[in-house]
């Protein structure tokens, strides 16, 4: 006998409001837009990272072949 042949329709479709909550649907939901936003970030500041890296160590190598303390 498997479970769902143990559930009556009477005990699912009488239950109380109270036992339906919808809360954790909602909080995974926001649980993957705040991760997709999260590596959306992580990918745009490792992207300007190696950028700026690169437009920094140009500019050293300018000041310090100009003689700049």
Excluded: Q
């Amino acid at each position: 006998m498997t479970f769902f042949s143990k559930i009556k329709i009477s005990d699912i479709r009488f239950r109380p409001l109270y036992f339906i909550s919808k809360d954790g649907g909602t909080a995974i939901e926001y649980a993957l837009i705040a991760s997709a936003i999260a590596v959306g970030i992580a990918a745009i500041v490792f992207g300007l990272g190696t950028t700026l890296d690169g437009t920094f160590t140009t500019i050293s190598g300018k000041l310090s072949s100009s003689g700049a303390p």
